[in-house]
């Protein structure tokens, strides 16, 4: 678990020493100046933390509460290609720090080492930056060109970030940098169906790890007697609601792994099913039968035994995944990663690096403060932190006064940033203490 001091010597590593390093190895600074390396990544890591809509002048102020003169003409003037470069190395270092919080008090979480969500999100950038980071292209003439790609692991249990790494728009989910990450044993990986590998999943358990995913409709599975079975085939010969059997899955790699299924109410089944034809729609195509049977059901696979996780608590514990979509919507919402006022490339690529670094530092703080409490509210939480922004900006020289500051914005989100429970529809933590408590 990480401490107060370590956190003020992470963020003062990466926005002071690695920000000056970066800045003469990139040679972004190659003389003296007023703003070097330190000076330029604080006044726009700490001036977009605090407000994330801020504009030139706004961002001057920032730099005068660091003690530097600017004008708002003389910083658009930094922003280039050795500004960028300089921003995505201490991104970098940002990403490499490795900051764990007190583990939540959910106990399903507790019985595995880690429980590691993966999932990616995508920035649609100008397209005059498709040379740095290409997208998938599409049918309009402008804004598909250029896309960045993040792609994070997040340990629910403690919170630790892995990421976000940094890929071209284009690049599918399996050739993710976490595809090829370890997952400790006794540790469980949760993925979407993007991440779908049977090669990776097979490593994953050679190495004494565990992972809970839904299953590729194509995927061929046999069952204990080695008969061969389409998915689609193998529920419609089910006539219980639930099913929980032993099953190997492809034809070529033949991994264990327990089939979980749960019929679905007919309105749900129903909804899925439009969901499935309005998405197919929109892309020009049609959905198959077999997509539209499935629907019926929720179907997972994993190789976490019965006597650690039962189907019920397995299909409960999969809805965790949906948490690492709310730290997403928590960087493209309060933390506009994906938003900028300018229309010069290079300045908006240096504006999209800066807010990562800022997510990354707030991630740290809300890790120490208050991801503990399983009724968190990183939104509420993310809030009362940019209120003392000013003052991280102003103690970064000091690892001593840092840790003030951050011992302060600790005891203000103790005293609150939770989220109300709900009858009628229980948030993901409910339903986690939900299977705890019955366990």
Request: with cysteine; hydrophobic share 40%.
């Amino acid at each position: 678990m990480a401490t107060i001091p370590q956190v003020a010597e992470a963020m003062q590593t990466v926005l002071a020493t690695t920000a000056n390093q970066a800045a003469r190895e990139i040679r972004f600074v190659q003389r003296e100046s007023k703003m070097g390396g330190a000076e330029f990544v604080q006044t726009l890591t700490y001036g977009w933390l605090e407000n994330s809509q801020a504009t030139l002048e706004e961002l001057c102020q920032t730099a005068a509460a660091l003690g530097l003169t600017i004008t708002p003409q003389g910083l658009d003037q930094r922003f280039s290609a050795f500004a960028a470069e300089c921003l995505r190395k201490v991104l970098e270092a940002a990403v490499g720090k490795v900051i764990a919080a007190e583990p939540v008090a959910i106990p399903v979480l507790q019985r595995f080492k880690g429980v590691y969500l993966d999932d990616s999100s995508t920035v649609t950038l100008p397209d005059d930056l498709a040379d740095v980071w290409s997208g998938c292209g599409g049918s309009t003439e402008k804004g598909t060109s250029a896309a960045l790609k993040l792609q994070v692991r997040l340990d629910y249990a403690q919170g630790t970030l892995c990421g976000p790494f940094l890929q071209p728009g284009r690049t599918h989910d399996r050739r993710s940098p976490l595809q090829q990450m370890p997952v400790a044993a006794g540790s469980l990986r949760i993925a979407d169906l993007g991440y779908w590998n049977l090669a990776v999943l097979q490593q994953i358990a050679d190495h004494g790890g565990y992972w809970l995913s839904r299953v590729q409709v194509q995927t061929t599975v046999y069952d204990r007697e080695g008969k061969k079975w389409e998915l689609v085939e193998l529920l419609q010969t089910m006539a219980q609601t639930e099913l929980d059997m032993h099953v190997t899955l492809g034809i070529q790699h033949r991994q264990p792994a327990r089939l979980l299924a749960r019929r679905l109410p007919q309105e749900i089944a129903e909804k899925r099913r439009r969901r499935l034809r309005e998405d197919a729609r929109s892309r020009g195509q049609t959905v198959s039968k077999r997509r539209l049977t499935l629907a019926d059901w929720n179907i997972f696979v994993t190789n976490v035994p019965v006597a650690l996780l039962t189907l019920h608590e397995a299909l409960v514990l999969a809805r965790a995944r949906w948490q690492i979509e709310l730290i997403f919507k928590l960087w493209k919402s309060h933390g506009c990663i994906d938003e900028w006022r300018s229309q010069k490339p290079w300045r908006i690529l240096c504006e999209v690096y800066a807010k990562l670094t800022a997510m990354v530092v707030q991630h740290w703080i809300l890790l120490i403060s208050c991801w503990r409490y399983p009724d968190r509210s990183l939104f509420k939480a993310a809030k009362a932190v940019r209120k003392h922004v000013m003052g991280l900006a102003c103690a970064t020289h000091s690892i001593q006064q840092l840790c003030v500051v951050i011992e302060t914005i600790q005891r203000c989100l103790s005293a609150g940033c939770r989220i109300n429970k709900r009858k009628a529809q229980p948030h993901t933590y409910q339903l986690l203490l939900g299977v705890s408590n019955s366990a």
